[in-house]
C-alpha cells in the first residue's frame, strides 16, 4: 500500500448496491456474525453493520477482504476511543 502524509496508508471501500462490498487496508478481523464484522484496518477500526453477512474473500498479507449481504452501515471508531469506553464500563462495573 502506498503511504500518504503523515504515515498514514491508502484504503479504498468499494460498495456495490449495497450487497457486496471490498474493502483494502485490512490488518486484522476482530470479530464478525451475520449482522456485524469489526474490522482493524490501517485508518482505524471499522465496524460493518447489516443482514446476512458473509466474509466470501479474506487475505491478511495483502490486507483484502470482500464481504456480501446487506450492508446497513459502515462506521470508523478511533482504536483509542474504543479502549477508554472500555475501561469507563470497567470502572462502572467495578464501584
Given at each position: 500500500m502506498e503511504g500518504l502524509a503523515g504515515g498514514q496508508h491508502s484504503q479504498q471501500l468499494v460498495l456495490e448496491n449495497r450487497k457486496k462490498?471490498?474493502?483494502?487496508?485490512?490488518?486484522?478481523?476482530?470479530?464478525?456474525?451475520?449482522?456485524?464484522?469489526?474490522?482493524?484496518?490501517?485508518?482505524?477500526?471499522?465496524?460493518?453493520?447489516?443482514?446476512?453477512?458473509?466474509?466470501?474473500?479474506?487475505?491478511?498479507?495483502?490486507?483484502?477482504?470482500?464481504?456480501?449481504?446487506?450492508?446497513?452501515?459502515?462506521?470508523?471508531?478511533?482504536?483509542?476511543?474504543?479502549?477508554?469506553?472500555?475501561?469507563?464500563?470497567?470502572?462502572?462495573?467495578?464501584?
Open positions: 462490498l471490498k474493502v483494502t487496508g485490512v490488518r486484522h478481523v476482530g470479530s464478525f456474525n451475520e449482522s456485524e464484522i469489526v474490522l482493524d484496518t490501517v485508518l482505524g477500526v471499522l465496524l460493518l453493520q447489516g443482514e446476512n453477512m458473509y466474509i466470501t474473500h479474506l487475505n491478511l498479507e495483502e490486507g483484502i477482504l470482500e464481504v456480501e449481504g446487506l450492508l446497513h452501515s459502515l462506521v470508523y471508531r478511533e482504536a483509542a476511543a474504543a479502549s477508554r469506553r472500555g475501561k469507563n464500563i470497567l470502572g462502572r462495573i467495578f464501584k
